[in-house]
């Protein structure tokens, strides 16, 4: 029985105190009553965790959006994550590719140059794929997480100790205006007259009677004045206690901005590491395939010249005939037959760079596009490579990146 007499007192406190939170709100948004102003230092770092909150969820989302595009996948890891059940593993986009690039190459046949290149290129994809798989990882674990630690854990503590900070000030409010009344109240008594009436007089006994009720109701209020001082005090010392334990969380903002900035260092070296992957795995797939078009050109131009019209055709190959006399009429680009001439020959060309070229050793000369050297071949040399001398430099250079000049 006690402990429901505690329950139910300690209920009708809490009722109480929240309505008397609700006078007090109600009563500042209509202006009605006085409101204590947080200082200019506590209200500006307020104004900095908000910023704060709100840069770090927009940041924190499009980072997710980039890398994983797909919304459906990133519900679900979301919801794997508050399951707290790992994902299972997801085959990514390159890795598809490739692996639909590799199975094309097998079908066609890995003798074939198509064939070749679309194995090669699909092997480089999956390679791709695992790159940007890590990419995810690395930046899940030193950038996403910390800012998610920071959402969901101190911004949310500062939020409760705010809310705290909240309540204490409309508390100190509501006291700060009862001991207003209060005053007021003993203010008004003390300057009434209570003495009877000497006249015997209906209106006049009503009108003493009404003057008692109302200065008996003042006294009342004039006997708060003291428990009103003291609940003051009381709420002005929590008030202020509240205030510097929200000081002291909001200061550390400053410290998170020092770690968002180490991660967001080690995002960005993350993301450098992953395209200087990319573009390495590029340029190895580029040099592989380096000799797939002119071995190609090599073989349709060979099956052009060997092959013998038949007479049902001969109109048409006539026309074929004709239609590459006039290309080779239009362009002062040698045929790629010229480049086996060249390197049986011990004579030089000029020749135009149809791309630019990063050496990837001293042996090799780095060329740039639309530029003109001077090439020619050596014994021993792989067939895919010339020597080339621009000035006083030389060096090996794909023939692929290259067209002879007449």
């Known amino acids: 029985m006690n402990i429901m007499d505690f329950n139910v007192k300690k209920l009708a406190a809490d009722a109480g105190t929240f309505l008397s939170r609700a006078v007090q709100f109600t009563e500042e948004k209509l202006g009605q009553a006085e409101k204590t102003e947080l200082d200019a230092h506590l209200e500006n770092l307020l104004s900095k965790a908000e910023c704060t909150k709100l840069w770090t969820e927009k940041v924190m989302k499009q980072t ?10 990133r519900m679900e890891e979301f919801v794997y994550e508050k399951l707290d059940r790992k994902a299972p593993s997801r085959v990514n986009n390159p890795e598809l590719l490739g692996q639909h690039m590799i199975d094309a190459g097998n079908e066609f046949g890995p003798g074939t140059a198509y064939g070749n290149a679309l194995i090669k290129c699909g092997e480089t994809q999956k390679r791709i794929g695992a790159a940007d798989r890590e990419l995810i990882q690395t930046a899940a674990i030193n950038f996403l997480t910390p800012l998610r630690n920071f959402i969901e854990g101190d911004y949310k503590t500062i939020t409760r100790e705010r809310k705290l900070l909240q309540n204490k000030r409309l508390d100190l409010d509501a006291a700060k205006t009862r001991l207003r009344k209060a005053k007021v109240a003993e203010a008004r008594a003390a300057q009434l007259n209570l003495s009877p009436p000497e006249e015997n007089n209906v209106m006049v006994n009503v009108s003493y009677m009404l003057n008692l009720l109302h200065v008996k109701w003042l006294q009342v209020w004039a006997e708060e004045v003291t428990k009103s001082e003291q609940e003051v005090r009381i709420a002005q010392s929590e008030f202020d206690r509240q205030a510097e334990i929200t000081r002291l969380l909001l200061e550390g903002i400053s410290s998170t901005h020092a770690h968002h900035l180490r991660c967001l260092n080690d995002f960005v070296e993350a993301q450098m590491t992953y395209y200087a ?21 090599a073989n349709n131009n060979q099956s052009t010249t060997t092959c013998v019209p038949s007479s049902s055709n001969t109109t048409t190959a006539a026309s074929s005939v ?5 290309l080779s009429s239009l362009s002062n680009v040698a045929a790629p037959s010229s480049f086996g001439e060249l390197k049986s020959s ?19 000369l780095s060329l740039l596009a639309d530029e003109v050297i001077t090439v ?11 020597m080339g001398e621009r000035g006083n430099q030389k060096g090996k250079v794909p023939i692929t990146y290259l067209e002879l000049l007449n």
């Open 64 to 73: 997710e959006v980039l890398l994983q595009p797909n919304p459906n996948a």
């Open 277 to 297: 992957q990319c573009y390495q795995y590029m340029l190895d797939l580029q040099k592989q395939l380096g000799s797939f078009p002119s071995t190609f050109l």
């Open 322 to 326: 004709s239609v590459t006399a006039s």
């Open 346 to 364: 011990s004579g030089s060309r000029k020749a135009r760079v149809l791309y630019d070229y990063d050496a990837a050793n001293s042996t090799e």
């Open 376 to 386: 020619y071949s050596i014994p021993g040399m792989d067939s895919d490579w010339l």
